[in-house]
């Protein structure tokens, strides 16, 4: 790892005190910090009036005791005389009021005077700091992507950029109209000019908006990138994203533009299995492996774990180490005496160290000698890849549904606990070339697929790759809505040798934060559909479909419900389909099927457990707080420990046949 340190905003305290922060940041192994964001209201006290040399000042401290910066552009918290000045600049939301200011993020987007300020501001903090050694990348904004203090803006700017994107991607009226399925309630749009997404109430139209705003936040950061690059080219540029496959607008399309991804990630003992899978999903966002940074993650999260809590800031910083993050923040170095957030921090608001930093600092000079001893160590080698489609996700968000988050989730669980470590990427990164790296390729209820790429998975499944799809398949087109054939379309009716007409609920869908694979309550009226799957019981959950096969082989079919008798569980080929989400012991059975088809060498990890292989080393990593045992590879760990050890010849160990003889 080669940054370990946590957020300052040394703004926010008392000028003799700043110094005794940086030693004992130095005396407590913290070699970076992440800066400025916030800090417009002092960087620009008046409008035009800038003003760094405190922080000139703390750059060259910082530099003198080692310590690195990661400098932030302020523009997540425009200041006080800009609102006053120039109340236009504010959003405006669904209901047409404005947004006050107070907080943060509440200026728009689209706004050409808050676009001007936000670019001279820029400007003047990357000249200001040109120079300084310290400063070795740069945070674009604060949580570009998560708009969820005020939600997009809907003022006439934005309504009339709308408009203007819809013309150029859909050329005439009607051609949106037969897009947005306008002739039912009367919902045809006369003009381009009568559009206003205030109105929005249809799944589809929502989501074009939520495309459209992400373009525009692709846009806004690209302006300050290249600014940050004409003044200093050398200098790495990022922006850090809220902790969700996707937040309102597309992190993937904005990291597409940037030098490297950083995902903020705060960490729970309830939500572990969403982090691994979170992670995957950030080294591989800018289309291949790639290392990440954890642009916050919590010293406040001990308040989450009851005992042995600050273990927990040790063993959560392994696991992102193990999954590829080469940079890591805490948020925060001191708790905040007063305002938002005022959570636990390193330090305490009186600034005495205690168990939270004694903690940190153990973690800091454990991992800065494990990387001293690997410098180089490979990213974590992955043989499967799982596609994680964003119109699916805008879809079902939009839809209130988040089983397609379950979706990428479970699957991913169902895959470390078979002892295999998954690439999760963006389904539009994906082609021929990387497909054909990967033995086993997944598609977690991708309800879009364009015909050239069922083309490229056809061409996959021909090569000998195994493609493993779980229901909803490619059952939309691509504005969202149902296509007019059967589903998985033309050509991936023949791929997998089945037809798709009918599906039904099984039970309301569960609320995004209820893993239930985590032993959460499921609410009592949500029933699970048990049917048996190879001779053992497997829950369904949510949703099922009534395949109809045209050449598939039937593996196994529902032993209840109201499709009883019909697949369930299907192969054609090296493409394998399964009909209904399934819960955890059924997924288990589903994987271990796959890998064997794939020769994927499996070995049984605990739950919520980790075993990664990076180059010639292993990571066996337990974030519980129980002692758990890896079984397959006589490795028994404490509550929360960590241990990386050479890879051995046991690495080659495929499972024994006895365990699969029920499937093939
Ligand atoms: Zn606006």
Not at 20 to 26: A, C, G, P, S, Y
Not at 229 to 250: E, Q
Not at 428 to 438: F, G, M, N, P, W
């Amino acid at each position: 790892m080669k940054h370990f340190g946590c957020a300052w905003y040394p703004e926010a305290w008392p000028e003799e005190r700043l110094l005794t922060d940086i030693r004992l940041m130095k005396e407590a192994g913290i070699n970076a910090v992440r800066m400025g964001e916030f800090n417009w209201g002092r960087f620009e006290p008046r409008e035009g009036c800038f003003a760094f040399d405190d922080y000139r000042l703390l750059l060259e401290r910082l530099h003198e005791n080692g310590i690195a910066v990661l400098m932030c552009t302020p523009t997540a918290a425009p200041p006080k005389w800009m609102s006053s000045r120039y109340p236009e600049i504010r959003k405006t939301d669904c209901r047409g009021n404005p947004v006050y200011d107070g907080n943060r993020r509440h200026a728009c987007p689209s706004s050409p005077g808050f676009r001007a300020f936000a670019r001279r501001i820029t400007e003047a903090a990357a000249h200001a700091f040109r120079s300084s050694p310290a400063v070795f990348a740069w945070q674009i904004d604060n949580e570009i992507a998560a708009e969820a203090e005020h939600g997009f803006c809907f003022c006439e700017t934005c309504r009339k950029r709308f408009q203007s994107y819809l013309r150029d991607k859909y050329e005439c009226v009607d051609a949106l109209n037969a897009a947005w399925n306008g002739a039912f309630w009367s919902g045809d749009f006369p003009s381009f000019d009568e559009i206003d997404p205030r109105s929005f109430k249809r799944v589809v139209r929502k989501a074009e908006y939520a495309q459209f705003m992400s373009a525009l936040y692709t846009e806004f950061a690209c302006e300050q990138r290249d600014i940050l690059r004409r003044i200093n080219p050398d200098w790495k540029i990022t922006t850090n994203s809220w902790t969700t496959f996707l937040p309102d607008v597309a992190p993937d399309e904005i990291y597409a533009e940037l030098d490297y991804a950083s995902c903020d990630t705060y960490v729970g003992n309830d939500t572990l299995e969403f982090i691994h899978a979170f992670w995957d999903y950030y080294r591989n966002i800018q289309g291949t492996p790639r290392a990440f940074t954890v642009g916050e993650t919590g010293a406040w999260n001990p308040v989450t774990v009851r005992n042995d809590a600050y273990g927990a800031l040790s063993s959560w910083a392994w696991d992102a180490l193990a999954h590829g993050a080469e940079n890591l923040f805490y948020f925060r170095w001191r708790q905040s005496v007063m305002g938002e957030e005022e959570h636990p921090a390193i330090l305490p608001w009186s600034g005495n160290p205690g168990l939270a930093y004694e903690a940190v600092a153990e973690t800091a000079h454990a991992i800065r000698a494990f990387s001293e001893r690997h410098p180089d160590l490979p990213l974590p080698d992955s043989k499967a890849l799982m596609l994680v489609d964003r119109l699916t996700g805008f879809i079902t968000k939009f839809r209130g549904d988040y089983s397609f988050f379950h979706a990428v989730v479970r699957m991913n669980q169902a895959l470390n606990e078979a002892g295999v470590l998954a690439d999760l990427l963006p389904l539009q990164k994906a082609s021929a070339d990387i497909l054909a790296r990967y033995p086993l390729v997944i598609l977690p209820q991708t309800e879009h697929l364009s015909d050239t790429f069922c083309g490229t998975l056809r061409e996959y499944c021909r090569n000998g790759g195994i493609l493993f799809a779980q229901c909803r398949l490619n059952r939309l087109d691509e504005f969202g809505k149902y296509r007019m054939e059967a589903a998985p379309g033309t050509i991936l009716r023949e791929l997998f040798g089945l037809r798709v007409d009918e599906s039904c609920e099984i039970r309301r869908a569960v609320d995004f934060r209820e893993f239930e694979y985590n032993g959460r309550t499921v609410p009592p009226d949500n029933r699970i559909l048990e049917v048996s799957l190879f001779g053992e019981t497997a829950g369904l959950l949510s949703f099922m479909e009534r395949p109809v096969p045209e050449g598939c082989r039937v593996l196994q079919e529902y032993s209840a419900g109201v499709y009883q008798g019909a697949p369930l569980f299907t192969e054609c080929g090296n493409a394998w389909y399964l009909a209904a989400p399934m819960d955890r012991r059924g997924l288990a059975l589903v994987v271990k099927c796959l890998l064997k088809q794939a020769r994927i060498p499996c070995r049984k990890v605990p739950p919520k457990c980790q075993r990664i292989r990076r180059g010639d080393m292993v990571f066996y990593l337990n974030p519980t707080s129980e002692r758990v045992c890896f079984p397959d590879d006589g490795v028994t760990l404490s509550p929360r420990e960590c241990r990386c050890v050479p890879a051995g010849d046991a690495e080659e160990h495929v499972p024994p046949d006895r365990e699969m003889g029920a499937f093939v």
